[in-house]
């Protein structure tokens, strides 16, 4: 059966559609169950990552075989709206097409080739996902970029990673006008607009007249397929490079165990405005044949969230876990969402009062995941198991997941440390390859045989990880380790708290103390401050350890967030350090 299993892809990768040689014998046509059970061993680290692999060519353009044979539901695969009544609906076989023009676009009048880099810095629109899949169709390596970077994050970005293209809606061309001149490697400028602009070829024009016929690039499994830029807490942000089999096979498994998608699915995550990880999205979705659903949500709004999970047969949502904080804040029992059956969050911690609210309205449990840019999902609560609430889960196969000390030792169980991830004596396919022109910073987040991820937690007997916070993130006071999760939950289980972040303090006798910036939910915010204060302090004593209490507290109007809507603690806390 295995053996059966891998001539069936080896013959798929070899098929005579496409590239791959002369044509011989045309292969028989694939099966939906088998395929994705291939990808998925191989997915789980039990069959080896074939020599070649490109996800247009080995998955989507496979699923466009099986479409066309009558093997999938007759959903769309690509589905968008935007709230004024246009919808885009694609099938893989019009995914297929329309994405082999805008190959024909970046290989022709772009000169694009296979390892050139394009810079893509699109909102929600449909041709965010053309153009990721051309990409994969040339072997040109895309660099994700949100549509908030500022001349000088262009600038930089553009310089260090020698892109010969970037492509871009309105917004961001006079910024890119602005500082063009200073990065030699750009060649070309593509916009994708309505209108044209001097100096920027447009994306739309030469589209609609492009073939649709092309040769997908023979791309090997180790060839980079995208450059993601991460900022640390210090110094420039650094190029992360994921191969063609890293990132686009990596993702099958989880999203089978914790996205739990089949073909018959429809999968929304409204999380995509981050956009440097929304390729998460696609290779979470497209191996099993799901439709991934858009939304253009040009800003987080909970009504329309809302209204779009009632109308549209969306099964599946992923938010970040401020978001779910904004929809379980709303009367939830006013919507009926048809066919939404599992919900999963990640990007950062998700307050166990959430998850509880959010379950006990929607009758759905919130599956929370983990992982980073540089890795694909390292915890994650997957369906059919145990959740205990507050934990982000178990290590997610093939990764070996330890808390670790500075030096890279295990440490026992219960104890803090850093989440490490087993990379000696085998590096899982399924992971960067470096920081580029980095060897000092690719080093530096290596100890022993891990990858320091950066971040804190403890895991328990039972194998489940509990979150800390990042390592910046966690605050001492007197010699007390304190993480803001902890705190931060705590004071989520408070009426009057909306949203919170905490963070270190300087105070002249512990050195450090915890300080909560808390937004009031309506309702409360006519409360005498001290008296609130006060109460909220006697709360968090109660609900988590007496020394972990805010001893300072402000309230404030909102928080300081990341496009994608993560909190930005750091800002906060060198406010309050001055720095
Ligand atoms: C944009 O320019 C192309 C030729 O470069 C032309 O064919 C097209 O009509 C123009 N479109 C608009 C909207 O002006
Ligand atoms: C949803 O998108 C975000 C950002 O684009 C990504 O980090 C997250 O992993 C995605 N979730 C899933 C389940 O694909
Ligand atoms: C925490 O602070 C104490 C002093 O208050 C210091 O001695 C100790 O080294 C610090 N621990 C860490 C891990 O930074």
Not at 257 to 286: E, H, M, P, Q, Y
Not at 309 to 330: K, M, N
Not at 422 to 451: D, M, Q, V, W
Request: overall charge neutral; glycine content about 8%; hydrophobic content about 35%.
């Amino acid at each position: 059966m295995r053996l059966w299993l891998r001539s069936l892809l080896l013959q798929s990768l070899r098929s005579s559609r496409g590239f791959c040689g002369p044509p011989g014998r045309p292969p028989p046509s694939p099966v939906p169950s088998e395929m994705v059970a291939t990808w998925e061993a191989i997915s789980l680290g039990r069959q080896p990552v074939p020599e070649y692999f490109n996800f247009a060519h080995d998955v989507l353009d496979v699923w466009s075989q099986m479409e066309k044979d009558g093997h999938r539901p007759p959903n769309p695969a690509f589905w968008w709206v935007d709230g004024l009544g246009t919808e885009v609906k694609w099938s893989f076989e019009e995914l297929g097409k329309q994405s082999r023009k805008a190959a024909n676009v970046l290989q022709g009048v772009c000169s694009l080739q296979p390892g050139d880099r394009m810079m893509l810095v699109l909102p929600r629109i449909p041709e965010w996902w053309l153009v990721s899949v051309a990409c994969m169709r040339t072997g040109a390596v895309m660099i994700p970029g949100v549509s908030q970077l500022t001349e000088k994050d262009l600038k930089y970005r553009l310089q260090v990673s020698r892109a010969k293209i970037i492509i871009t809606s309105d917004s961001l061309v006079p910024r890119v006008d602005a500082i063009s001149a200073d990065c030699p490697s750009l060649q070309t400028k593509l916009l994708v607009s309505d209108s044209n602009r001097s100096g920027w070829l447009n994306f739309r024009e030469l589209l609609r007249e492009a073939s649709t016929e092309h040769n997908c690039v023979r791309t090997k499994s180790g060839d980079p397929l995208a450059i993601y830029f991460t900022s640390g807490t210090t110094g420039a942000p650094k190029m992360a490079e994921h191969t063609q089999g890293s990132y686009s096979l990596g993702f099958v498994a989880s999203g089978r165990r914790w996205v739990a998608l089949t073909d018959s699915d429809i999968f929304w995550n409204t999380t995509d405005t981050g956009w440097v990880k929304a390729a998460w999205t696609l290779f979470s979705a497209w191996p099993h044949g799901s439709c991934i659903f858009v939304h253009e949500l040009p800003r987080v709004d909970v009504k329309v969230i809302l209204k779009t999970l009632a109308r549209f047969p969306i099964t599946t949502l992923c938010c970040v876990p401020t978001i779910f904080r904004l929809l379980v804040q709303e009367d939830l029992t006013r919507y009926q969402f048809q066919s939404l059956k599992h919900c999963v969050t990640g990007g950062e911690f998700l307050n166990p009062d959430v998850r509880e609210k959010w379950k006990s309205q929607t009758g759905l449990e919130l599956y929370e995941g983990y992982g980073q840019s540089e890795t694909v999902v390292i915890c994650a609560n997957t369906k059919g198991e145990n959740i205990k609430s507050g934990s982000m889960g178990k290590a997610s196969p093939p990764y070996d997941v330890q808390i670790v000390d500075d030096e890279g030792n295990i440490l026992p169980q219960g104890e803090e440390g850093n989440v490490g991830v087993r990379i000696r004596p085998t590096r899982p396919f399924c992971f960067f390859s470096c920081y580029l022109n980095n060897p000092e910073k690719t080093a530096a987040a290596e100890r022993g045989s891990f990858y320091i991820t950066g971040d804190r937690a403890h895991m328990d007997k039972d194998g489940y990880f509990w979150f800390m916070g990042r390592n910046d993130d966690v605050i001492n006071s007197s010699g007390y380790r304190i993480g803001p999760v902890d705190v931060e939950s705590a004071l989520a289980e408070h009426p009057a708290v909306l949203e919170s972040a905490v963070v270190s303090s300087p105070d002249p006798i512990r050195g450090e103390v915890v300080k909560a910036f808390i937004v009031l939910s309506p309702g409360y915010t006519s409360r005498d401050p001290e008296e609130l204060i006060q109460e909220l302090q006697e709360h968090v004593k109660r609900v988590t350890a007496p020394y972990k209490y805010p001893r300072k507290v402000a309230f404030v109007s909102e928080l300081p967030k990341t496009v994608s809507g993560k909190i930005q603690r750091s800002k906060l806390r060198n406010q309050e350090w001055g720095r």
